[in-house]
């Protein structure tokens, strides 16, 4: 089946340290990439997306390439914030289809 | 302007009952789907509606669950003889016609718990 693994959390990491948040899938097909971010109180959004092997999503100084060799699509931050805090999650949505499928979920907590 | 909202914000129940939970899309959103999130996982997906019509179901866990969309605006998620399992978060999102794969806003969601 099309599932999504995450990196078990929670992480913690100090203000402006480097940040990588794994998350590899497994699909029938050729599925887009999303990496969805809920921050405390609010709802989840929409934070990158790769729609085909070897793009790089890209905002807010976060990164993820869709590397269909390895079946992964990992988050990077160069450096990380205060503000970073939140619960992040993997997700992949198949050619057809309007559902997505997301991975657990990885808490980051940054200290100051 | 206003985001996807949903009502009530909490809902506990007793086993057995019968529980109507209720989601807002952003206007002019044609697209409409409820997942469900249990504690330490991601949301799974539930149902997409297309305007009034279902276009998918094969998320619903079984034929306790029903959901509408009559006026192809607001959403009811309708669950009866509830289980303690039920108890979950209940996302709702939303997305225009035209939006890029994947791209959907969710609400904040709804807390039932069933005891």
């Known amino acids: 089946g099309n599932s999504v693994t995450q990196m078990e959390g929670p992480v913690t990491l100090s203000e402006e340290a480097f940040l990588t948040i794994n998350c590899t899938y497994t699909a029938t097909g050729y599925p887009s990439l999303f990496w969805y971010v809920q921050y405390p109180g609010e709802g989840l959004q929409l934070l990158l997306k790769?729609?085909?092997?070897?793009d790089k999503g890209s905002n807010k100084g976060f990164e993820a390439t869709y590397r269909k060799e390895t079946t992964s699509f990992h988050l990077e931050k160069g450096s990380v914030q205060v503000s970073d805090s939140a619960v992040y999650f993997c997700a992949l949505n198949l050619q057809g289809a309007q559902k997505l499928v997301f991975g657990q979920g990885t808490r980051l907590t940054i200290n100051p | 302007g206003a985001g996807v909202s949903q009502t009530p914000s909490n809902k506990v129940t007793e086993k057995g009952k019968y529980v109507e939970l209720r989601c807002d899309p952003i206007?002019?959103?044609?697209?409409l789907y409820w997942y469900r999130q249990s504690l330490g996982q991601g949301p799974e997906f539930l149902i997409y509606?297309?305007?009034?019509?279902?276009?998918?179901d094969s998320g619903l866990p079984n034929d306790r669950f029903f959901a509408v969309r009559p006026e192809g605006s607001v959403s009811t998620l309708k669950i009866q003889r509830t289980e303690r399992g039920d108890s979950a978060v209940y996302l709702c999102a939303s997305s225009p016609s035209l939006a890029g794969v994947g791209e959907q806003y969710f609400g904040p969601g709804t807390r039932l718990t069933v005891t």
């Open positions: 206007s002019g959103h044609t697209a």
């Open positions: 509606f297309q305007g009034t019509g279902a276009a998918d």
């Open positions: 790769a729609t085909k092997a070897d």
